[in-house]
């Protein structure tokens, strides 16, 4: 029999919440869209749809503006989505097994975890903190799990303007543009982003970092393929049916053989961050806040 978290209104008495409505709200929130929730979660657009519907006539306000065809919170909706955020982790906090430092710190990561620094971040903590197993879980949203309450802590690309996070940035990673290896472009030592603009834009908007904004108006890609994922990513480009842009660390932890990484030096270069949610943080969260950054600023 699941489990249920239910918020029962004294003004609708036959009106309950669950804790899979949050769940589900939440992918609403990091996908913008009921389809794409919908297909995460492995229900009926309908279902979700109701699930919305039906958290809005319980609180009595408008969550999410429907006005267009990618869904943006209302104001209302950020605040819900901060407080659902927070009462799903505490129930995953809740009915973990074990006592709370021994339970595994799940770490979450979108593609390319903490770049050179994964395995020496893993060994160290081994070695370390033996009674915590570190858990590293690749999850492809773009809080790699953390706000839906996946895991403890997530290593993310990109500047992270989401409430109810906490950030620290631990390095930044240079750009590479990937290209099929069978492209002319493959043969320079490296690319400008004004050498792609002739070229179809591969963008993992559900995971990645990339958007049409990282070039300028005059010398954007003419055209754009949008994908839900690095593997799928990575397939495009092999295919020959677009180029992409990635940071540093994609190049050595996803190399294929029908994609070339080239240096892009125009490119801003992308922050590396560690978040993890304040209110409900896993004890051993600060010990890893600490160690990844002494790894991280170790060869400088």
Known sequence: MPIGLRLCSARMPRTSIELRHLRRFLAIAEEGSLTRAAARLHLTQPAVSRTLAALEKHLGVRLVDRSTHHLALTPEGHAFRDRAASAV?????????????????????????????????????????????????????????????????ALLRGPVELPGLATEELLTETRVAAVPSDSPLAARPELRLADLAAETAVLNPVSGTTTLDLWPPDTRPRATLTVANTDDWLTAIAAGRGIGVSAASTAALHPHPGVTYRPLPDAPPLPVLLAWRPTAPHPATAALVSLAREIATADD
């Open 89 to 153: 982790a505490a129930f995953d906090t809740a009915v973990a097994p074990g006592p709370p430092h021994h339970r595994p710190l799940r770490l979450g990561h979108a593609w390319s975890a903490f770049g050179p620094y994964t395995t020496p971040l893993l060994r160290r903590w081994q070695r370390e903190h033996p009674e915590t197993p570190l858990e590293l879980r690749r999850v492809d949203d773009r809080t790699a799990g953390l706000l839906r309450g996946e895991v403890d802590a």
